[in-house]
Nanobody, 118 residues
Framework: QVQLVESGGGLVQPGGSLRLSCAAS????????MGWYRQAPGKQRELVAA???????KYADSVKGRFTISRDNAQNMVYLQMNSLKPEDTAVYYC????????????WGQGTQVTVSS
């Protein structure tokens, strides 16, 4: 059974920081690129950041320089450190596992709410 469980969301003031965590099942984590997506009300889900098993990262332009994605391959964890948060970062954030082996589907967590407001 594959599980992705996010934690760390909440309410933060503009300029503040949050760190999201995602605990993944070992069987899927080890064969997947991992990513964070977000979906704001009335908008499509968008990629925020992604990381390969080897540590190569990519970011949405809107978060470059403010967010950092990382993964702990020994603990099957992926993190998103979010600094200098803005109201437009408000969204539900989802953890994603994208397996690199053909035939495996993508997996999603249940989402965690991040609200940036004064």
């Amino acid at each position: 059974q594959v599980q992705l469980v996010e934690s760390g969301g909440g309410l933060v003031q503009p300029g503040g920081s949050l760190r999201l965590s995602c605990a993944a099942s070992r069987n899927i984590f080890s064969i997947s690129h991992m990513g964070w997506y977000r979906q704001a009300p009335g908008k499509q889900r968008e990629l925020v950041a992604a990381i390969t098993g080897g540590g190569t990262t990519k970011y949405a332009d809107s978060v470059k320089g403010r967010f950092t994605i990382s993964r702990d391959n020994a603990q099957n964890m992926v993190y998103l450190q979010m600094n200098s948060l803005k109201p437009e970062d408000t969204a539900v954030y989802y953890c994603n596992a994208d397996p690199i082996i053909d035939g495996y589907p993508e997996y999603w967590g249940q989402g965690t709410q991040v609200t940036v407001s004064s």
